[in-house]
């Protein structure tokens, strides 16, 4: 008591992380994934659960919403700047654009990466008018193959929300 707030003048509120749940084609919910503005760009943390062992490709996908059961209405790939897809192709990769998530026998996998650009604010924000989601998808994603690395079809899906 009688202390001021001062202490605190400097330290400013956290970054308030970007949430999605993940569903899959029923509904069942598969993940979960954060994003945290951080310096250098975004903080991606996506955790799966029920997923097929093995690599599954995850992206950020252009259009936040998630309709059953095959994703398409998520868009391509958050690609702001018109690049072409994965860090191996030549003029790659887009924005949206993280390397793949390994799942484990027990069906979970995380995935956790830096990824370029703004959640809100700047030029061409993640959520923009019509949003943006994580797919994960039932392959591998390759790094290279145009337009999605052939991944194969979406198997989760959330919308992100802003923190
Ligand atoms: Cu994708
Ligand atoms: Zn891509």
């Known amino acids: ?13 956290p970054p ?4 999605a749940t993940l569903t899959g084609p029923t509904g069942t919910v598969l ?10 760009g975004i903080r991606l943390v996506v955790e ?16 936040g919403r998630c309709e059953a059961p095959d994703f398409t209405s998520a868009g391509p790939h958050w690609n702001p700047t018109g690049m072409k897809h994965g860090k191996d192709a030549p003029g790659g990769p887009h924005m949206g654009d993280v390397p793949n998530m390994m799942v484990g026998a027990d069906g979970t996998g995380k995935l956790e990466a830096t ?45 992100v929300t802003a923190g």
Do not use: F
């Open 1 to 13: 008591m009688g202390t001021d707030a001062g202490e605190n003048a400097n330290a400013g509120p």
């Open 16 to 19: 308030a992380p970007a949430t």
């Open 31 to 40: 993940g979960n994934a954060t994003l945290t503005p951080v310096r250098n």
């Open 48 to 63: 799966g659960t029920g997923l097929t062992p093995g690599a599954h490709g995850v992206h950020i996908h252009a259009v």
């Open 115 to 159: 990824m370029p650009g703004t959640i809100t604010g700047g030029a061409s924000p993640l959520l923009d008018a019509d949003g943006a989601a994580v797919v994960i998808h039932a392959a591998a994603d390759d790094y290279k193959t145009d337009p999605s690395g052939n991944s194969g079809g979406r198997v989760a899906c959330g919308a």
